[in-house]
């Protein structure tokens, strides 16, 4: 199956197709794949990091399902 | 020893009072506060004689305390009708504290309504005001050259000036403050504040601390023990220390826009498809290619340089940021999709002297009347220009949505909503609702658990937890508001303990005062007590402390959210007011 996934700030040099940028990639994988286990094979930085599928916040063992949109975020505010 | 500067601009006299021992850990908006709780009647006209404009600087104002050097400016607002503080980075503030300033209290209307002033304090608090009648009209930018042509060549001087929608008095105009290198690019921006200044004849502001240094310390060596800690704090934060430092405030764009948060349309959608171009990664990877400066401090002190100056396609200054405020309210919110476009909408308000979340806010609502598209930049710019003379546009997103018959009006106690949507996040919507200040995120900044994971989490599309999480934070940031703390020390304190500890220790060695910790939580809750009681007097109910009722009715794309925090919790935010009261012996 197959989910898009979205890297911002300096996680976009992590991008799956080694590409960069912000705009969304596909990425297959398998049924049962976690949040974490998309962060693992990326191999983003171990740090805190803001995580939504579909525009909500989901957890490092949240299942993805097909169609998915995952977007990561490292550590950022403004106000 | 810290003095109140008094000028009176109906005689135009100027005295110097001490700071009265009662208010001895009062500085910012607790001692803005406590002035006009004190000295404006509730029933004054805010451009009336009776009111008092006061500029203060923190308690850790003049002193190397990281991040220190927020100014806090104070008056009824002509814009809620309440009491108002709004908070400013740039050079004033240290300026003022390095003299031993407290505040400036100005009070009175000069006789001659055409009249314009510069008062001017020499580093040797020598007090003057002269007529400035030429500059009456000029922007911000050309008075900043205006007083600058008047100053010796090796000054060092700070300033506050007033822009044509402040002396026009119109309520949404707010008050510009120079910036380490003299551009006047950072603003009280919020609550008409600049039309109190119109309204009492000022044009600037000259405050000179040539020769003026740090501010002497009760425990030296402790105070600078504790600032090594509070630094460390700050740096080793990923937000404070990392993220703000790269891509600015504006890199919010993307996250909220991600969490469909992010206003757009007037209020009518929560995410924008050209949020990544007016966004921070873009701001910065342009403001690189044309080199600009991407990463400085707005204030000497800070050590987080979340400002940025933005250039144009030739490499000449704009203006600072775009912040996150103006890219999402002259962006997003207008449908305008392009940095430059952005820019010149933010170059304008500041040269105008406009706040631009207001401003923003109000040419959506402008748009959404049809008077001109969504989307339409120059439309947009136009509109701005013409200010008064045409419409309404500068008194604020109320007017000019009552002139043009607009059925969505996003305002509270008459201020337009900032750049979160309260649909889908319902924390920023209790701060919105039930602030003192009208609505306004930095009166309780609930982004932080809401969406970015700072300081726990709270699921921003529930109404549960909601209520303590605004309350705790509008505590918190009265508090430091009033010590001139910049909010985004706020980030590095919600996570390490040992950062709050540290402002406890700097502010016992800088005054020599002894306290319980715990009393710094105290001071967020009298501040606050001041101003609720200031607001009920001023006519303020509980029906002043709701949303719109658009936002309970209208669903908001893309998760179709609605505000659901009831009304009874919107009512238990400030259950700490009569209590706190009684303590500070008020009422």
């Known amino acids: ?79 | 020893m810290r003095d109140i500067l008094r000028v009176n601009m109906t005689d135009l006299s100027t005295t110097w009072e001490p700071v009265p021992d009662a208010w001895k850990l009062y500085g910012g908006r607790a001692l803005t506060d406590a002035i006009i709780y004190n000295d404006v009647p509730a029933d004054a006209d805010p451009l009336g004689s009776a009111n008092v404009l006061v500029f203060a600087p923190g308690m850790f104002g003049g002193t190397t305390a990281p991040n220190g050097g927020r100014l806090s400016v104070g008056a009824k607002s002509p814009l809620t009708g309440g009491i108002k503080e709004s908070n400013s980075g740039g050079q004033l503030a240290h300026t003022l504290a390095r003299l031993g300033i407290g505040a400036i209290a100005i009070s009175g209307i000069p006789a001659d309504p055409a009249a314009r002033y510069a008062l001017t304090i020499e580093a040797d608090r020598s007090v003057s005001l002269t007529r400035v009648d030429e500059w009456a009209g000029l922007g911000n930018y050309e008075t900043a050259a205006a007083i600058a042509a008047t100053r010796p060549a090796e000054d060092r001087f700070a300033t506050a000036t007033n822009g044509p929608a402040g002396e026009a008095m119109a309520r949404a105009a707010g008050i510009a403050i120079s910036d380490p290198k003299g551009y006047p690019n950072r603003f009280a921006g919020r609550g008409g504040l600049g039309a109190v200044m119109g309204s009492k004849g000022i044009k600037a502001i000259i405050v000179s601390d040539k020769g003026a240094g740090f501010l002497e310390h009760a425990d030296k060596e402790a105070f600078v023990a504790a600032t090594k800690n509070f630094t460390k704090a700050i740096k080793e934060h990923g937000v404070s220390g990392t993220g703000l430092p790269m891509y600015g405030t504006n890199v919010l764009t993307n996250i909220l826009n991600e969490a469909g948060g992010l206003p757009t349309r007037n209020f009518s959608a929560g995410s924008f498809e050209f949020a990544d171009a007016i966004g921070g990664e873009t701001q910065r990877a342009t403001i690189l290619e044309r080199g600009g400066d991407v990463s400085h401090g707005c204030s000497t002190g800070c050590v987080i340089k979340c400002s940025r100056y933005w250039s144009d396609k030739d490499g000449n200054y704009k203006t600072k940021g775009p912040e996150y405020e103006t890219a999402w309210s002259m962006g997003a919110d207008c449908a305008i999709g392009d940095l430059d476009e952005i820019a010149e909408l933010d170059r304008a308000c500041g040269d105008l002297g406009l706040d631009t979340i207001e401003m923003g806010a109000t040419l959506a609502v402008y748009m959404d009347s049809g008077a001109i598209q969504f989307g339409d930049a120059a439309g947009a710019l136009a509109a701005l220009r013409d200010g008064l003379a045409d419409n309404v546009i500068w008194d604020g997103a109320e007017a000019t949505g009552k002139k043009f018959g607009v059925a969505r009006i996003p305002v509270v106690k008459h201020q337009a909503l900032p750049a979160y949507d309260p649909r889908s996040v319902q924390g920023i919507g209790v701060t919105y609702a039930t602030s003192t200040q009208g609505a306004d995120h930095t009166a309780g900044y609930t982004i932080t658990a809401n969406i970015l994971g700072v300081g726990g989490t709270v699921n921003p599309l529930s109404p549960e937890g909601q209520v303590t999480l605004s309350k705790t934070l509008q505590i918190a940031t009265a508090m430091l508001d009033s010590l001139g703390l910049c909010i985004f020390v706020a980030f590095p304190v919600l996570d390490i303990p040992e950062a709050f500890v540290a402002i406890h220790e700097m502010l016992e060695a800088h005054t020599g005062t002894k306290y319980d910790i715990a009393a710094l939580m105290q001071m967020g809750r009298e501040v606050l007590t001041m101003e609720r009681l200031y607001n009920e007097r001023a006519g303020f109910t509980s029906a002043d402390d709701r949303l719109p009722e658009f936002f309970r009715t209208d669903k908001l794309p893309p998760h179709d959210a609605l505000f659901t925090v009831t009304d009874a919790d919107l009512d238990s935010v400030f259950d700490f007011v009569p209590e706190t009261a009684k303590e500070m012996g008020l009422q």
């Open chain 1, 1 to 79: 199956m197959n989910v898009d996934i979205a890297l911002f700030a300096y996680l976009s040099d992590y991008q799956p197709d080694g590409k960069g940028g912000r705009g969304a990639r596909p990425f297959a994988l398998e049924p049962g794949t976690t949040v974490a286990d998309i962060i693992r094979t990326l191999g983003l930085p171990d740090e805190p990091r803001v995580v939504f599928v579909n525009g909500r916040h989901a957890a490092d063992e949240a299942l993805l399902a097909e169609g998915d949109r995952l977007a990561i975020f490292p550590p950022v505010a403004g106000g």
